[in-house]
Antibody
Framework: QVQLQESGPGLVKPSETLSLTCTVS????????WSWIRQPAGKGLEWIGR???????NYNPSLKSRVTMSVDTSKSQLSLRLTSVTAADTAFYYC??????????????WGQGTLVTVSS | QTVVTQEPSFSVSPGGTVTLTCGLS?????????PTWYQQTPGQPPRTVIY???TRSSGVPDRFSGSILGNKAALTITGAHADDESDYYC??????????FGGGTKLTVL
């Protein structure tokens, strides 16, 4: 079955860059859009952005100036970079698969998430 | 800036019926926003309950239903079970690749 696994440093210093990877197994990464979504502990979900393996991206306007997403199809990996982090960026970060078609659009598969803490 | 609105909390008795809603700070929610509802329990990623306004995700009990009520999307649980106690999030597709989550509703079953 398809699995998504996020990985990366659990601790990032303020003003530095958060970098995460999501490894997709069990299906082709090339056929879908993929999103990153985050959730501060005890708070709600926030959509960060989406990417298609062709390189096409869409970002949350509130994060757009700091976010870069990329895809490495040879490794079946997605990457997220968030620059100039502050404590407000401390959250669980999820990658999710986007499914869309005539009349539907939603995130059908999610990784387990990885906690990133921003602290000196 | 558009905000997706949800009730912060709701309570329902076991066996009772509850309707959670998902609105927009400006305008009405329609099927064209492809409203999706997620259920999340502590320590777990969200699980799809309803997508495309009305469609139950695979394995979701039929006591969950989705609809448009007035100018909002709605998630109704008919005959609530104790294990329905969770956080519920709606998300709307705003177009141009942008998705927007609501703040979530904490549902208590007691």
């Amino acid at each position: 079955q398809v699995q998504l696994q996020e990985s990366g440093p659990g601790l990032v210093k303020p003003s530095e860059t958060l970098s995460l990877t999501c490894t997709v197994s069990g299906d082709s990464i090339s056929s879908y859009f993929w999103s990153w979504i985050r959730q501060p502990a005890g708070k709600g979900l926030e959509w960060i952005g989406r990417i298609y393996p062709s390189g096409s991206t869409n970002y949350n306007p509130s994060l757009k100036s700091r976010v870069t997403m990329s895809v490495d199809t040879s490794k079946s990996q997605l990457s997220l970079r968030l620059t100039s982090v502050t404590a407000a960026d401390t959250a669980f970060y999820y990658c999710a698969r986007v499914v869309m078609g005539s009349g539907y659009y939603y995130f059908d598969l999610w990784g387990q998430g990885t906690l990133v803490t921003v602290s000196s | 800036q558009t905000v997706v609105t949800q009730e912060p909390s709701f309570s329902v008795s076991p066996g009772g019926t509850v309707t959670l809603t998902c609105g927009l700070s400006s305008g009405s929610v329609s099927t064209g926003y492809y409203p999706t509802w997620y259920q999340q329990t502590p320590g777990q990623p969200p699980r799809t309950v309803i997508y495309s306004t009305y469609t139950r995700s695979s394995g979701v009990p039929d006591r969950f239903s989705g609809s448009i009520l007035g100018n909002k999307a709605a998630l109704t649980i008919t005959g609530a079970h104790a294990d329905d106690e969770s956080d519920y999030y709606c998300v709307l597709y705003m177009g141009s690749g942008i998705s927007l989550f609501g703040g979530g509703t904490k549902l208590t079953v007691l």
